[in-house]
């Protein structure tokens, strides 16, 4: 299990912030980390890997504050999977296209090139 001193990040893409969470998207790491408000890391958000609840290719991700949910992009892989806010996956969904983003427009959401 990491702790805040195992984190080092080299190549930050997206940081969202809900409520006194941080969740940082370091491509080049391929991981998506979750932080408290005062830079402790508190997890990481799901797993390179190719099963359920993995991701081969971390593109982007959005966050679900509605339902404290945090949903990530897999291009390679074609899927979206979603976690809750302490990182166990909570299902997944195939997609149809390689898409690069996701976004969140009202209560569904938007997958782009």
Known sequence: ??????????????????????FILDLKDQSLYEFDIDGNYLCTIGRKGQGPGEYVSLSDFAIDDKSNRVVVLDRNARKIISYDFMGNHINE???DMMAMKIGRIGDGWAIYT
């Open 1 to 22: 299990m990491l702790d805040e001193k195992d984190v080092l990040l080299s190549d930050v893409n997206k940081i969202e912030i809900v409520d006194s969470l941080l």
């Open 93 to 95: 969904y195939h997609i």
